[in-house]
Each structure stands twice: as structure tokens, then as C-alpha cells.
């Protein structure tokens, strides 16, 4: 069996596309994402989205970015602000686990900070399972007990509690004691309510659930810290665009889409041939070949974005069939459901800024830049390189509210 790799966009596309090609980036994950969805093929994929995405509605959406996201922001970034000071890393973790606990219908019975930092915890601990393909093999056994031992936790303290109370729900909705639009519009809720049609194990809600919460969270945070970093540097060179910044509603969504292109949260995709494929690219795939699509070298493939693809330009257009995050959000059967919620929906000419959906990362960051947010010139910003997909370990920042951009 040979291994083989797509780095231009259009074979990236091609392999994330093919139906012959199925899921393998998670095959050392099993124990946690077996049968997550993004883990699904053919039929049982297909039925398994179609329920779930009945909750990615635009009016769920449009409900996240307007009532949910201003509260969870004002009351998530008030502790910094009084401080003046905090990490933009932890402060993403904040805002983030709370909003897609809530989106995949994971129940905080308490709303207590240590119930946040538990669930900031296990995240981290559930984060442990995708990388293991790339852990050393001394540590993979410490780790996969790790990973059983957070999703033990999870489902006794968080998920159960949830199920019981939605069944209860559903239940009445059923007797017709409680109306239909009572019910919690959340992943959770949709999955029970179809888990008999779709076969849904215990084992396959816990990984689902598991899932979602990294799913939406992790891939938000880091992208996140990637899109201050990349535009505040952006307005330090570039200080004739603090006037775009004020002027243009669309601005800071592209500067998102173009951080989100040069770093992917996943810098790679990877499948297993289900028979012989040929890519139009040339490649013969054998049947059981994996294929790795590298997001981040096609990323800045340069007969695309030109010739300064390696850089962060928000002023760059991206003409054709492209989106100008590139591959970043994946394509094809398994194209990310939470793409319009995380980074909203691309304006178009004449697009109104009133009914947009901009996406909870661009309204993050607006809130921050509105918060005075820059690097604290006493503490120093880290990388976490131990991982393949580089992200922001910590990153102090100031919050002067007086010194705003915005
Ligand atoms: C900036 C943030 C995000 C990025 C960069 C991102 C990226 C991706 C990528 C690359 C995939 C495809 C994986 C593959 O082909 O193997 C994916 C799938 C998925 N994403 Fe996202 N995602 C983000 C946010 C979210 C959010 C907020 C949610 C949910 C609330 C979400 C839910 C999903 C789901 C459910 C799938 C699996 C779809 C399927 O297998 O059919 N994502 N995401």
C-alpha cells in the first residue's frame, strides 16, 4: 500500500470530493470518534447529517449571533476588563465552550466558573485523541486512558443529565402536553428525537456529542487568536487601513477568511481509497491507498492566490470557484456543518450589513478590537509547536477600552 499527497487546490478538491474515498484522518482515534459523524461513510453518513443539520438553520444562526453571542461575550470578557488585561487563549475558551455546549445541547445545570473549568478541561483532554496518530508511541496507552477517563466523566456529570432532560421533553411534546417549539433547538435534542430511524448507540451519542463540543470549540479558539494576532500585525504595518477597519462592515470578516487560509485548524484531511481511484491530477490511487490532502500547502497554492500567498493580505481577492479561506473548511460530503455559524456567510456586492451573517469569530474579534485589545508588551505570546497543527498557547493581551480601534 502507498501513501500519496494532494498540496494544489484542485487536487485537495478532488480528494475531498470523491465518494470512493472515505474518512481515515481519526483511524488511531477510535476509541472517541469511531462513530462520530466526520468518522461516517455513504448511507449511514448521509442520514446521520441530514437530521443534524436540520439545527444549522440560518434563523438558529442569526439567534446565536444577535442574542446568544452579545451575552455570553459581555459576560465572559467582563472579568478581563476590569483587570485590563487577560489571554486572548483563555479568553476564547471561555466564550467558545460555553457556545457550543449550548449549540450541541450539552446542559450547564450550574452555571458555576467551576463547571466551566471542567468542561474547559475534559476539551483539553478530548483534544489529546485526534493528534494520537502523531503521538510518540510511549505515551499513547498514558493518553488513551486519559481520553476514556474524560469521556467517563463527561457522560456521567454532562451528558446523561442532558439526555434525561430532553427525553422528558420530548416525551411531552409527544402527549401533547408541551408544544413542538418548546423543544431546545440544539444537535442533542434533533438526534433523539430521530434516534430510532438512524440506530444511534449510546456509545455513538457520547462520541457524537464528544465531537461536537471539539468540533465547534476547539477549531473557533484557535482560530480565533490566529485572526488578532494576524490583523492587529496587519494594522501595525498597514495603519492607512485603521480608516477600512471603521468604515467597512465586511472588513474584519476578511481578515478571518484570509487567517483561516494560512492556518487551517486541520492542516490536513486524509482518506482511504474504497477501490481503485484516478485523480485528475495524474495519481492512481490503489484500493486501501491512504491520501492526505494538505489544506495548509494548498492553502497557498500560488497559481490561486498569487504570488504572495504565504503572507496575510486582507486586501487580496480571490477570484472563481474558491472561497477566499481556501480549503479550510473542508468540502465535499464532509464540508463542516458549522461553517456559517464560525465565520458566517461571504457578502456579496449589495449585501446589507443589517441581515448579514458575520459569524460568531468576526463578531469575537470586533468585540475585542471594540475592548481595546493589543499584546501585552510584558508578557510573551507562545506557540505550541509539540502539535502538528500550530496554534496560539498563550497570548497576553491588554483591554484598554479608551485606546479602542473600534
Ligand atoms: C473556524 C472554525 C472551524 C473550522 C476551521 C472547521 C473546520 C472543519 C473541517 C476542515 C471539516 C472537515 C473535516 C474533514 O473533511 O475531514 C469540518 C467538519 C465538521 N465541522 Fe467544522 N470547523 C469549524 C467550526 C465548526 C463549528 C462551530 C461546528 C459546530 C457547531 C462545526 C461542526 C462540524 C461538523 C459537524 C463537521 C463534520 C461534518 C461531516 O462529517 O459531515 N465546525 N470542520
Not at 408544544?179 to 433523539?192: E, H, I, N, S
Not at 490532502?293 to 500560488?302: G, I, Q, W
Request: with cysteine.
Amino acid at each position: 500500500m502507498s501513501a500519496h499527497e494532494m498540496t494544489t487546490i484542485d487536487g485537495c478538491m478532488h480528494v475531498l470530493k470523491s465518494r470512493d474515498l472515505r474518512q481515515a484522518l481519526y483511524d488511531e482515534a477510535a476509541l472517541m470518534m469511531e462513530h462520530a459523524l466526520v468518522n461516517l461513510h455513504g448511507a449511514e453518513h448521509r442520514a446521520r447529517r441530514n437530521v443534524e443539520a436540520k439545527v444549522f438553520r440560518k434563523d438558529v444562526f442569526l439567534r446565536y449571533e444577535k442574542e446568544v453571542l452579545p451575552a455570553t461575550l459581555e459576560e465572559t470578557i467582563a472579568p478581563y476588563l476590569e483587570a485590563g488585561r487577560g489571554d486572548l487563549v483563555d479568553i476564547g475558551y471561555r466564550i467558545m465552550m460555553n457556545l457550543t455546549v449550548d449549540f450541541t445541547g450539552i446542559d450547564r445545570a450550574e452555571r458555576s466558573a467551576e463547571e466551566t473549568e471542567e468542561l474547559i478541561r475534559l476539551l483539553k483532554e478530548f483534544s489529546l485523541a485526534p493528534a494520537l496518530g502523531q503521538s510518540r508511541g510511549d505515551d499513547v496507552e498514558d493518553k488513551k486512558a486519559r481520553i476514556r477517563a474524560a469521556m467517563a466523566t463527561f457522560s456521567e456529570r454532562f451528558l446523561e443529565p442532558s439526555i434525561a432532560r430532553r427525553e422528558t421533553l420530548i416525551a411531552d411534546v409527544e402527549a401533547g402536553r408541551l408544544a413542538d417549539d418548546a423543544l431546545p433547538r440544539d444537535v442533542l435534542t434533533m438526534l433523539l428525537r430521530e434516534r430510532e430511524a438512524i440506530g444511534l448507540s449510546e456509545e455513538a451519542l457520547l462520541q457524537e456529542g464528544i465531537f461536537y463540543v471539539l468540533a465547534g470549540a476547539h477549531t473557533t479558539i484557535h482560530s480565533l487568536s490566529h485572526a488578532v494576532h494576524e490583523l492587529l500585525t496587519w494594522l501595525d504595518a498597514h495603519p492607512e487601513d485603521i480608516a477600512r477597519l471603521r468604515e467597512d462592515p465586511f472588513f474584519i470578516q476578511q481578515c478571518v477568511f484570509e487567517s483561516l487560509r494560512l492556518h487551517p485548524s486541520s492542516p490536513v484531511a486524509r482518506r482511504r481509497a474504497l477501490c481503485p481511484v484516478h485523480l485528475p491530477e495524474g495519481e492512481d490511487i490503489a484500493a486501501g491507498d491512504a491520501v492526505t490532502a494538505n489544506l495548509y500547502e494548498a492553502n497557498r497554492d500560488e497559481t490561486i492566490f498569487g504570488a504572495d500567498a504565504g503572507s496575510f493580505n486582507p486586501r487580496r481577492h480571490v477570484e472563481g470557484k474558491v472561497a477566499p479561506h481556501g480549503v479550510s473548511m473542508g468540502m465535499g460530503m464532509h464540508a463542516c456543518l458549522g461553517r456559517n455559524l464560525a465565520i458566517g456567510v461571504e457578502p456579496r456586492p449589495g449585501t446589507s450589513a443589517d441581515d448579514h451573517q458575520f459569524g460568531i469569530v468576526p463578531l469575537i474579534v470586533r468585540a475585542l478590537l471594540q475592548a481595546g485589545v493589543r499584546p501585552d508588551p510584558e508578557g510573551k505570546a507562545r506557540k505550541d509547536e509539540t502539535i502538528t497543527r500550530i496554534t496560539w498557547a498563550e497570548y497576553p493581551v491588554l483591554l484598554r477600552p479608551e485606546e479602542a480601534l473600534l
